[in-house]
């Protein structure tokens, strides 16, 4: 079954590490997104890209880094420099290119914990 | 810029109880409105879409009517059960300098009890 795979599902860290949360889809879809949710806040818009070694900053970009150098994948890096990293990462894809209102689908979410 | 507002959860009611969530939204242009569910520990799914005023979008006995006077687009269920329980975002998709964004609403907690 096609569908977008995020690991670790649970994932904790020291403060002032770098962590790595994987995104994997094997939708063929062309764009990509990572959005972080918090209670009561919604999802925001981290990164995105839409094609292959090209991406943008959301609206929360500053302490977190990506790369797109495969389709299937867009690895999110929360640096030091992310001042609250605590939260749910969700990632996302969408085919690019197709009508304007095709949908997101999502993977099932890491939740990050750093102390 | 574009926003979407939802009502405040979270929302408590009984199975078989008729369900409405308010939705409202502001934006240039003519956005296309979403609501996605989530389920405990998982993602987001796609739950019903309208892409233009008077639509009205429908799935799993969900319903939402895009209003472009009211700027509304209110989730509602004649009868909802135990399986419904989950968080419920309206969403927009419109035009922000130059890209298709997608903006979300805060989310509502939905428990529905036996």
Known sequence: DGGITQSPKYLFRKEGQNVTLSCEQNLNHDAMYWYRQDPGQGLRLIYYSQIVNDFQKGDIAEGYS??????????????SAQKNPTAFYLCASKAAGRTFNSPLHFGNGTRLTVT | GNSVTQMEGPVTLSEEAFLTINCT?????????????QYPGEGLQL???ATKADDKGSNKGFEATYRKETTSFHLEKGSVQVSDSAVYFCALRGQVQGAQKLVFGQGTRLTINP
């Open chain 2, 47 to 49: 739950l019903l879409k």
């Open chain 1, 66 to 79: 990506v790369s797109r150098e495969k389709k299937e994948s867009f690895p999110l890096t929360v640096t």
């Open chain 2, 25 to 37: 939204y502001t934006a240039t242009g003519y956005p296309s409105l979403f609501w996605y569910v």
